[in-house]
């Protein structure tokens, strides 16, 4: 039973990655059936919701990821890349240092996040606001997202 439940995590993986994000999002909540709710259960459909533009959501998954294992690198990833979605700077860069110290600086993707939120952190105490330049986001596999900043 616990093999099905991780097949439809990879099954959600393998979606997300073809751009399928609703059809990922029903493998994962197959995969709640079979396993319950754990870390990477929630952080995987958290990434979905994110994914779909439900950035609250997505939030408030990550973030009970984290009560479930505040080790989980992937939630403290992605609830950073929530934060700066939603213009919290200096929020998402703690989380980003956060996730960077856990993961002892191995993730490039974790790196390049946590210098995006330093300069937007930065840019924004030091400048008038700009809506022209925009986030965006990369995804990087494993339900992990990266920023990317629209010029």
Same mark, same amino acid.
């Given at each position: ?8 995590? $990879? ?9 399928? @994000?609703?059809?990922?999002?029903? &493998? ?8 319950? $709710? ?5 952080? &995987? ?43 919290? /700077? ?7 240092? @956060? ?26 105490? /030091? ?9 965006? $986001? ?14």
């Amino acid at each position: 039973m616990l093999q099905d439940a991780v097949d439809q995590v $990879l099954v959600g993986d393998r979606l997300m990655d073809a751009g399928q @994000h609703e059809l990922a999002l029903r &493998s994962y909540y197959r995969a709640v059936a079979d396993r319950g $709710l754990d870390a990477e259960v929630l952080t &995987s459909i958290g990434a979905a919701n994110l994914a779909l533009g439900r950035i609250g959501q997505a939030e408030t998954l990550f973030r009970q990821a984290l009560d479930d294992d505040d080790r989980f690198v992937p939630a403290w990833n992605n609830l950073g890349v929530t934060l700066m979605e939603q213009g919290e /700077y200096g929020e998402a860069r703690r989380v980003f240092e @956060h996730a960077f110290a856990l993961d002892s600086g191995r993730s490039d993707a974790i790196r390049d996040n946590l210098r995006l939120a330093i300069a937007r952190m930065e840019n924004n105490v /030091y400048s008038v606001p700009n809506n022209q330049n925009g986030l965006g $986001l990369i995804r990087r596999g494993g339900g992990v997202f990266e920023l990317r900043v629209d010029p």
